[in-house]
């Protein structure tokens, strides 16, 4: 605890405003809590609020150890009782949007993780290929291995995300 610093505090502070200001419960406790963290967090950094993780390919997508560092000191802090979120900032706009945006998925790990993937892959690999580039990738993908992801599902995550303005 002694090596934490003011800077890293005022990351979790910001990350544990930020979840509560969205209305997810914070989390790190189980699996899908650490993955619903990551890509909420990915998905949001993608729509323009900067956290300032940087984010690489992963078994679940993308994956952020710093952001990971920081979810399990808050969930250490919170613990302890030593980390208490600031007053419920009002939103900014974006967060804002953000928020509706996210609200019927933010506690659907599949979905999350989907729709992060399909974001970090259409950005880092497929940016001007088709999207069946990336559906085949992400239901066919055998160096994955866990992937396998069912296709109807894939596309109706793509369709979502184009709908949400998330993806073009």
């Given at each position: 605890m002694s090596n934490v610093?003011?800077?890293?505090?005022?990351r979790c502070q910001k990350l544990l405003?930020?979840?509560?200001?969205?209305?997810?419960?914070?989390?790190?406790?189980?699996f899908d809590d650490r993955v619903e963290f990551q890509k909420i967090l990915y998905i949001a950094q993608q729509y323009g609020i900067d956290f300032e993780y940087p984010f690489l390919w992963y078994l679940k997508g993308p994956y952020s150890k710093s952001a990971a560092?920081?979810?399990?000191?808050?969930?250490?802090?919170?613990?302890?009782?030593?980390?208490?979120?600031c007053s419920k900032p009002t939103l900014n706009n974006l967060e804002l949007e953000f928020s509706k945006i996210i609200s019927d998925y933010k506690d659907n790990p599949i979905w999350l993780e989907i729709a992060s993937s399909v974001l970090y892959l259409r950005k880092e690999?497929?940016?001007?290929e088709p999207f069946d580039k990336i559906i085949g990738f992400l239901i066919e993908d055998l160096t994955a291995g866990y992937k396998n992801f069912d296709e109807e599902l894939v596309r109706t995550v793509i369709s979502?995300?184009?709908?949400?303005?998330?993806?073009?």
């Amino acid at each position: 605890m002694s090596n934490v610093g003011t800077a890293q505090i005022g990351r979790c502070q910001k990350l544990l405003s930020f979840f509560e200001n969205i209305g997810k419960d914070f989390s790190m406790k189980e699996f899908d809590d650490r993955v619903e963290f990551q890509k909420i967090l990915y998905i949001a950094q993608q729509y323009g609020i900067d956290f300032e993780y940087p984010f690489l390919w992963y078994l679940k997508g993308p994956y952020s150890k710093s952001a990971a560092n920081d979810g399990f000191l808050i969930e250490d802090l919170k613990n302890r009782q030593q980390l208490i979120s600031c007053s419920k900032p009002t939103l900014n706009n974006l967060e804002l949007e953000f928020s509706k945006i996210i609200s019927d998925y933010k506690d659907n790990p599949i979905w999350l993780e989907i729709a992060s993937s399909v974001l970090y892959l259409r950005k880092e690999s497929y940016e001007n290929e088709p999207f069946d580039k990336i559906i085949g990738f992400l239901i066919e993908d055998l160096t994955a291995g866990y992937k396998n992801f069912d296709e109807e599902l894939v596309r109706t995550v793509i369709s979502d995300l184009v709908r949400l303005n998330l993806l073009k």
